[in-house]
């Protein structure tokens, strides 16, 4: 395609110049497909052990093993979904009324 008579020599000196650009920032784009990838792989991970986890959960709750697509191992995920937004909800509160009742003293309001 280059050298094909149909195309100039400015033509050909910006297909080159682009290429050139692209090849420069290939290192770059390499780090990010693998910081992306890698990331994909820890978020896999931590869904896996979370449902392990689960699971292991529903055997100790109802004692046998239950399928994960059972409306009890759906309704137990959703309570035990429902007690963590709840903790997470109070521990937020909790640190808001800790800063709040921190006394806040500035250089300032001494003056």
Do not use: C
């Not at 280059?2 to 050909?12: A, D, I, K, R, Y």
């Not at 896996?48 to 759906?74: C, H, I, M, T």
């Amino acid at each position: 395609m280059l050298n094909s008579p149909n195309t100039t020599t400015t033509q050909t000196t910006d297909i080159e110049r682009v290429i050139a650009a692209n090849m420069a920032k290939m290192p770059k784009m390499i780090t990010d497909w693998r910081r992306e990838k890698r990331e994909t792989k820890q978020r896999l991970k931590e869904e896996k052990d979370r449902r392990g986890k689960l699971l292991n959960q529903a055997r100790e709750r109802f004692g046998y093993a239950l399928d994960p697509r059972s409306p009890k191992f759906v309704e137990m995920v959703a309570e035990i979904e429902a007690e963590e937004k709840k903790q997470r909800k109070l521990m937020k509160r909790r640190q808001k009324e800790e800063q709040a009742a921190a006394p806040v003293s500035s250089p300032a309001a001494g003056s």
